[in-house]
T-cell receptor, first 114, second 112 residues
Framework: NAGVMQNPRHLVRRRGQEARLRCSPM?????VYWYRQLPEEGLKFMVY????????ESGMPKERFSAEFPKEGPSILRIQQVVRGDSAAYFC????????????FGDGTRLSIL | GENVEQHPSTLSVQEGDSAVIKCTYS??????FPWYKQELGKGPQLIID?????GEKKDQRIAVTLNKTAKHFSLHITETQPEDSAVYFC???????????FGTGTRLKVLA
């Protein structure tokens, strides 16, 4: 009964390095969403993807951030040249798509920038 | 775009009492409202949801009510237990998209 799997659970990077966060959706789900959560705050939408397509990236910073969901393999959120402000918990959710289909979340990747 | 406000930010109740968390939304076209429970170090877990064509939905000790006219929805937890202690988030699906707009969360503490 695998849910949404995210790895790594914790990731430490130095300023200027690259961070790669992975997300495998629930079985049968073809829609993936990434959210960012700062300490003591709610989740903020970043990007919504279907297989091989970015559907909505309105919440993702234009520079340094990118996301993909290839035909085979997990979805990847990539942050280049990380800065201290990128420190946050990054959550992935998946759904089967369609109206009124709830999004199911993984346990997140906690990114710390030294 | 859609905006969701959530109150209170913290809530302490005695075990066995009821807890109510309230949210308001800004876009009258929003039509789907999920609630999530987040425990420390974990991801948000869906606990209940409601569609705009329904005024109330109940699942054991948890219920959600929706007032479309006033654009607010509430989570009700009855007979609270210590394991209900967590942070609860309301959300509204942004109309025309699949993304959720989340409230800022309510930290619920159930005192034994």
């Amino acid at each position: 009964n695998a849910g949404v799997m995210q790895n790594p659970r914790h990731l430490v990077r130095r300023r200027g390095q690259e961070a790669r966060l992975r997300c495998s959706p629930m079985k049968g789900h073809s829609h993936v969403y990434w959210y960012r959560q700062l300490p003591e705050e709610g989740l903020k939408f970043m990007v919504y993807l279907q297989k091989e397509n970015i559907i909505d990236e309105s919440g993702m910073p234009k520079e340094r951030f990118s996301a993909e969901f290839p035909k085979e393999g997990p979805s990847i959120l990539r942050i280049q040249q990380v800065v201290r402000g990128d420190s946050a918990a990054y959550f992935c959710a998946s759904s089967p798509g369609g109206a009124y289909q709830p999004q199911h979340f993984g346990d997140g990747t906690r990114l710390s920038i030294l | 775009g859609e905006n969701v406000e959530q109150h209170p930010s913290t809530l302490s109740v005695q075990e066995g009492d009821s807890a109510v968390i309230k949210c308001t939304y800004s876009d009258s076209a929003s039509n789907y409202f999920p609630w999530y429970k987040q425990e420390l170090g974990k991801g948000p877990q869906l606990i209940i949801d409601i569609r705009s064509n329904v005024g109330e939905k109940k699942d054991q000790r948890i219920a959600v009510t929706l007032n479309k006219t006033a654009k607010h929805f509430s989570l009700h937890i009855t007979e609270t237990q210590p394991e209900d202690s967590a942070v609860y988030f309301c959300a509204a699906q942004d109309p025309g998209t699949y993304k959720y707009i989340f409230g800022t969360g309510t930290r619920l503490k159930v005192l034994a």
